[in-house]
Nanobody, 119 residues
């Protein structure tokens, strides 16, 4: 089983930056992926960024391209979401997730962390 623990959420001013961390324990599932998702009030959960652990290829939602960066620390088995030029529209609960080794789907989830952007 995989456990995901998130940290780094908080309050920032519009235009500011915030970094989120997601530490994984248990099986590492190298060769699969980890990702960041977010859900704002009244909206469906959406994918923000993805990272293929082996090889490090990344992908981003159009709404965050050029502003957000997903990165990893292989030794710590930790994935980060580096958020720059934050806007009020970015305020949401952010979740990290990991794929299942059996299916490749995002089946493991962190507890979620609140990101608030004030102007």
């Amino acid at each position: 089983q995989v456990q995901l623990v998130e940290s780094g959420g908080g309050l920032v001013q519009a235009g500011g930056s915030l970094s989120l961390s997601c530490a994984a324990s248990g099986r590492t599932f190298s060769g699969y992926a980890m990702g960041w998702f977010r859900q704002a009030p009244g909206k469906e959960r959406e994918v923000v960024a993805g990272l293929r652990w082996r090889g490090g290829s990344t992908s981003y939602a159009d709404s965050v391209k050029g502003r957000f960066t997903i990165a990893r620390d292989n030794a710590k088995m930790t994935v980060y979401l580096l958020m720059n030029s934050l806007m009020p529209e970015d305020a949401a609960v952010y979740y990290c997730s990991a794929t299942s080794p059996a299916t490749g789907e995002y089946d493991y989830w962190g507890q979620g962390t609140q990101d608030t952007v004030a102007s």
